[in-house]
């Protein structure tokens, strides 16, 4: 009787489990569109991915509209195979000069994604979009992005207010912050200089010394030694006996 209740009662663990990740997979919070970054270092080049999860509840997606934050004035999009993809300028008034002392009177506010073929449900899809951080440590960027399916669409631009978690938010804007740089001018997910000197892997007991090589082979030497002298000792002791 007691292990049959048991049984049941695991049996019925099981089902409230499965029951609960079902729900979460349908709920709209459980899978947002995002951007991940390369490198958050103010002042540094970055690219960033964003991240398309899912349809509008259903909906095969046709379209991705990604604003760009004002503080960004160039944008370098990466072609995708299945989507054309198309830069939606402004005008800046005045005229701005980049880092390397060109004037731009216009920049990049928007870049739109539109699918050759509609992504359907239950698929995901990347874009890749390559840009020059702001000098703007502690600085958050929001990249809105509007979602266009076969039937709606889903805006991707709610910002949490201060003190509020973006995850609770239904439709969250993608945005990350940008770091500073430390002392020798570099942050986590930096690349390594070219000249950095690369770092030997050695195995637990090795050594990547002359004196170690040496010291090994003696060994390997006493070793075959022993076992040599341990056969022909066992031979004269079957011969005694």
């Not at 997979?25 to 991240?51: I, K, M, Q, R």
């Not at 073929?117 to 874009?127: C, Y």
């Not at 570099?186 to 050594?207: H, N, Q, R, V």
Request: charged share 15%; with cysteine; net charge negative.
């Amino acid at each position: 009787m007691h292990s049959t209740l048991r049984r049941v009662a695991r049996a019925g663990a099981v089902a409230a489990i499965a029951g609960g990740a079902v729900l979460l997979a349908s709920s709209p919070a459980a899978a947002h569109v995002t951007v991940t970054p390369t490198v958050t270092t103010a002042d540094s080049y970055t690219v960033l991915t964003v991240s398309v999860p899912h349809g509008c509840d259903g909906s095969a997606t046709t379209k991705v509209a990604i604003q760009i934050p004002d503080l960004v004035n160039s944008v370098t999009p990466t072609i995708n195979q299945g989507w054309t993809v198309e830069k939606v300028m402004a005008t800046l008034d005045p005229p701005v000069t980049d880092s390397h002392g060109n004037e731009l009177t216009e920049r990049v506010a928007e870049i739109v994604y539109t699918a050759k073929t509609p992504l359907p449900e239950g698929h995901r899809d990347v874009f890749e979009l390559s840009l020059r951080l702001p000098d703007a440590a502690g600085e958050t960027l929001i990249f809105p992005a509007i979602q266009t399916c076969e039937q709606g669409e889903t805006a991707w631009a709610q910002v949490p207010a201060d003190g509020e978690d973006s995850h609770e938010l239904d439709y969250p804007a993608p945005s990350f912050v940008i770091t500073a740089a430390d002392a020798d001018g570099t942050a986590a997910g930096d690349e390594p200089a070219d000249d950095a000197e690369p770092t030997e892997l050695t195995t637990a007991g090795s050594t990547t010394s002359d004196g170690g090589s040496v010291v090994g082979w003696i060994g390997l030497i006493l070793g075959l030694l022993g076992f040599t002298a341990g056969g022909l000792a066992l031979q004269r002791t079957r011969k005694t006996t």
